[in-house]
């Protein structure tokens, strides 16, 4: 009982040191998505040249941070048009660039994470659009787009489906500050909250469990610690696989790279380890649906191969700089509740958070919340008026 006690203070502790963190970010995602109307992405996207690869990357972090929804939107891209080089693209950024996996990083592990996510981020997607142009044959191209097109239900295609921006015509600020800016920017950061908090709070409990019941004599051993090259040379190749086996997708995935990171595995492991968010063993099984088991296949070793690679160039560039924090300051936050800044900013933005979830329940949000799930095609009008992505 002891253990579980510990385990789940640990937890705590990180929780409330990320909440108002999480909050301002998925507030500011949710101001950019209540502009941006996802109908007029599909039309943006029709091939893989460098320039619309780098829109599909700004698009996408602009876009939701939940892995699920991500897929299930890049899977809606490429049956409506786009490129299918170019939706992977929109559907890494979107998980991996987003403003509050930046903010939670920079708070939990330090600034230079939340750099190295943010450079390595266009370096994945970049050697992936290369392996893609080597590798992605046209025959194995129109499998992926038969088998898209029968539209298998995967998880959360009702939150991927739904368009949630203002249809008012005007400019950013007239449409943001206007009453249907307000309530849209409430829908969004509910539902964004709505699709990430279960693998938020499973990322938060596995990293407490882990901290408390795994010796860090293991986490050293297995790492490599004191073997700098050794550690190097394999943390970007079994950060993913370390997240493959996690079941947390997400920013879930950051509590777990600080006890990885405490417990001795490279910077470019945790990079990798965060990117694979994307290749965990249920999203595997959506894109062996979505795509047939060839594509899910090639999926898996094209992503693995960028991601580590990107872990290595990250790892080299920033240990080249001397931007490599010292693992032997990493620690897992243990203080939990005191008047310190931490807890004059939480209580502001759950003041702004409870303001955002009073609207969103008071325009129709319950209905939109029951419509989470939905299918692929579903195209009704969900409860506010909003149509679904045509």
């Given amino acids: 009982m002891h253990a579980v006690l510990h385990a789940l203070e640990i937890a705590g502790a990180m929780t409330w040191e990320v909440t108002w963190a999480l909050i301002l970010g998925f507030a500011l995602s949710a101001v950019v998505q209540s502009v941006v109307r996802r109908s007029t992405v599909v039309t943006l996207l029709g091939d893989d040249r460098p320039r619309t690869l780098a829109l599909a990357t700004g698009l996408g972090a602009a876009s939701s941070s939940c892995s699920y929804a991500a897929v299930a939107l890049a899977r809606s891209l490429f049956r409506k048009g786009a490129d299918f080089t170019a939706a992977m693209a929109f559907e890494i950024a979107s998980t991996n660039l987003v403003v509050e996996l930046g903010v939670i990083l920079a708070l939990l592990m330090g600034w230079q994470f939340t750099a190295a996510e943010f450079v390595g981020g266009p370096i994945m997607i970049v050697l992936l659009a290369v392996l893609f142009r080597l590798l992605l044959r046209d025959r194995l191209l129109r499998e992926a787009r038969t088998q898209a097109e029968r539209g298998l239900a995967g998880s959360m295609e009702g939150h991927a489906a739904m368009d949630m921006s203002v249809r008012k015509e005007g400019g950013f600020a007239a449409r943001l500050f206007s009453p249907e800016g307000f309530t849209a920017t409430s829908h969004v950061f509910v539902m964004e909250w709505a699709a990430v908090l279960r693998d938020l709070v499973a990322g938060l409990l596995i990293a407490g469990a882990v901290a408390a019941w795994v010796p860090d004599s293991f986490w050293r051993a297995f790492f490599f610690e004191g073997h700098p ?36 595995i490279s910077f470019g492991g945790v990079i990798a380890f965060l990117y694979a968010d994307l290749l965990i063993l249920p999203i595997l099984s959506i894109y062996r649906k979505y795509y047939g088991a060839r594509t899910a296949a090639f999926l898996f070793g094209t992503f693995y191969a960028s991601m580590a690679a ?32 931490t807890t004059y900013l939480n209580i502001a ?33 969900p409860p506010d008026g909003r149509r679904s992505d045509p």
């Fill in 349 to 381: 933005f759950l003041a702004l958070a409870a303001v955002l979830v009073a609207r969103f329940f008071g325009t129709g949000g319950l209905g939109m919340l029951r419509m989470m799930g939905g299918a692929p095609d579903d195209a009704s009008t």
């Fill in 229 to 264: 090259l050794a550690a190097k040379l394999w943390g970007p190749l079994i950060g993913p696989l370390v997240a493959v086996a996690s079941f947390v997708c997400s920013i879930g995935n950051v509590p777990l790279a600080v006890v990885l990171w405490q417990g001795g």
């Fill in 310 to 341: 990107a872990g290595y160039v990250v790892e080299f560039l920033f240990g080249g700089l001397g931007l490599v924090p010292d693992q032997r300051d990493a620690t897992v936050p243990m203080e939990g509740v005191s008047w310190n800044y």
